[in-house]
């Protein structure tokens, strides 16, 4: 239990890091700006239509005047999107950090995970199948085995197993074991 637990801070961690490097104060001030600009269209367009509909001056001169500050807000908001073009994210040097730890912890929990679930025995024995990744140890052993089985070659069924006694301590451990046994 004390591992998923562990394996859940991790991913939890993980997605943290990456939901707070994801952020752009560039496109945030984009977005902002073009909110503005929309906000500021429909202001235009309801002050517009009251300066039309009415018919008391008073009214016509402040709509006229909240239109003429309405094409200064869109303005200034065009400018800024223009100006954010020489703009640059700069992300922090911890964000930059924690981005990449995460990313090496997911590839960690990943491979532990595939381990842990067996699936990392499969893929073991796929690479083994085709010749890559093959212990020495295993090398060594089967060539010794082949050349005891090899009726041309000296080497005899007992220096196999002495070989293979040496190479590989678990093979010695089982072998006493199976010898109490009998």
């Not at 842990?116 to 085995?145: C, H, N, Y």
Request: aromatic residues 8%; hydrophobic residues 45%.
């Amino acid at each position: 239990m004390l591992f998923w637990s562990r394996i859940k801070v991790i991913f939890g961690a993980s997605a943290l890091a990456t939901a707070c490097a994801c952020h752009s104060a560039k496109s945030s001030i984009d977005n902002l700006a073009k909110d503005i600009n929309a906000d500021a269209n429909k202001t235009m367009i309801i002050a517009q239509e009251i300066g039309n509909s009415s018919t008391q001056p008073e009214n016509i001169s402040r709509s006229k005047d909240i239109v003429n500050i309405q094409k200064d807000i869109i303005e200034s908001a065009s400018e800024i999107r223009t100006d954010l073009h020489g703009v640059k994210d700069i992300t922090p040097w911890w964000a930059s950090m924690l981005q990449q730890l995460s990313v090496a912890a997911i590839i960690v929990a990943t491979i532990v995970l595939l381990w842990q679930t067996g699936i990392g025995m499969f893929v073991k024995k796929i690479f083994w199948s085709v010749g890559l990744f093959i212990p020495k140890r295993a090398m060594r052993s089967a060539e010794v085995d082949l050349k005891a089985t090899d009726e041309n070659h000296p080497l005899s069924y007992r220096e196999s197993i002495a070989v293979r006694r040496t190479s590989d301590s678990a093979y010695e451990y089982a072998r006493k074991k199976l010898q109490k046994e009998k």
